[in-house]
């Protein structure tokens, strides 16, 4: 079966289990160089927009994008071709990260403007979340809502990391291609129905 996969379905699973194997072995410094941080976390690096979809967070994070990648992924590729499959694959991936990346940009310093606000020193707090020191959160909860305390910290600390984002385009891509494709899914059968996205 594996080498019934089409090329480029076969070179990305090909090089997620290899770097996940790699991941098992060097552990934090694999997710220190290549998961997505935060733009103004100083792990941050440009190359992380890509980096971080060869990333899992465990086992079943890659079994799951994996078996979606192979299972809905290799009919598009045999239709569409190598190069526009990755065109599309990677499209998503990065449309993800950026999207992922706004919407962190956003909470970070709707938490940070909220604390400086009620009184916290700006330069106080970039320069510890600089430091890699996590905030005391209890301290800022007399403040501000200990939410947008832990809001501030987990938009800067949280790596975010896998092929969801681009396997949730494949997902979307082929239940638009194959709208009437019955699936099974734990003995259940149920068939695509995307026009009702668009109601």
Partial sequence: MFQQLPPAVKGILIANVLIFIATLSLGNLMYSWFSLWFIENPRFGYWQFI???????????????MYALVAFGS????????????????SAGLGAAFLHTAVNYYYFNDALDQLVLAGV??????????????????????????EVAQQLQSA????????????????????FMYS????????????LRPNILCH
């Fill in 51 to 65: 980096s971080h979809m060869f990333m899992h967070g465990g086992f079943a994070h890659i079994l799951f994008n």
């Fill in 75 to 90: 009919p598009l590729e045999r239709i569409w071709g190598r190069d526009k499959f990755l065109f599309f694959y990677f």
């Fill in 121 to 146: 020193s700006r330069f106080d707090l970039t320069e510890v979340l600089n430091s890699g020191t996590s905030l005391n959160t209890s301290y800022l909860a007399q403040y501000v809502p200990i």
């Fill in 156 to 175: 800067f600390y949280t790596p975010a990391v896998g092929a969801s984002g681009a396997v949730y385009g494949v997902l979307v891509a082929f239940a």
């Fill in 180 to 191: 009437e494709a019955r699936l099974m899914l734990l003995f259940f059968r149920f068939r």
